[in-house]
């Protein structure tokens, strides 16, 4: 029997209001991830997930857990939208009458689906990152500002050397300085790096979601109850999460505009990678691979749930009946 016919429109809405939800629900860890990554040998501000957790509360508030959460709102319903429609759609064209997907066909789905959302994800995640590490170079800049304000109260001398404090910035004034001075091609620093994570990401995560999801179809009515979704989801995306972690790390050095005191640049991913393995060891390319476990698993679980639950389809249907209803 033939596949029926996908909705386009409604998996759009689908993966949108599924990208809503899971991010509002675990921005906070995806914060703390990002300051652990960026996070050099022998500056440690913060020594775990929980300590950062900790230091960002009392230092920034409950507000500041959610730093980057505005820009990310608003580009993840594009981003999840993308990303988890060109999957079904890929899928879909793959799919042949009759004949369920091979593994090779449902992971080509899934790298067609990587290489779609990078349109939305790279800038939005360069624009986030900046945001959500602030606080870190801000708490170091206090770090090294403490001793020199010390030495100076006594000797009675406050003409402490200036350390630069980041301004509190936004979203739309590092957009519009990264267009002023790089043009478009400034929202998109870290491409290859995104392509890089978001790619194998999509090969992992899709087939194994699928996979895993069939296991708890109901041999009747063909559908998965609510729970194995839920897991199926969260079991696949932290798989998929920790397996592309190294170029995770990669990415969000990359797009890392603020730098701390010795703190290096770099050229490129390769130069990114060698510097990283030489001066920090191959550890580092592990750092943040809780965080971002604990975001992606429940993210896409919840993701995955409100997707098949079929809110876009809902709302087409009720828009269409409302049109033909006197």
Known sequence: MAEKQISLPAKLINGGAAGIIGVTCVFPIDLVK???QNQRSGQQIYKSMLDCLMKT??????FGMYRGAAVNLTLVTPEKAIKLAANDYFRHLLAKEGVGLSLSKEMLAGCGAGVCQVIITTPMEMLKIQLQDAGRLGNQSKIMLAPQALMSRSNKAYNVSPVVIPRKISATQ???????????KGLYKGLGATLLRDVPFSVIYFPLFAHLNRVGQDSLEGRTSFFHSFLAGCIAGSVAAVSVNPCDVIKT?????GKGRNEE???GIIDCARKIWMKEGPSAFLKGANCRALVIAPLFGIAQVVYFIGLGEFLINLCQNGKLSP
């Open 57 to 62: 509360l009392r230092s920034e508030g409950y």
């Open 265 to 267: 640049n770099y050229s």
């Open 253 to 257: 050095r990359l797009q890392s505009m």
């Open 34 to 36: 990002t300051r652990l």
């Open 174 to 184: 590092i957009a519009s300085e990264l267009l002023q001075t790089h043009g478009i």
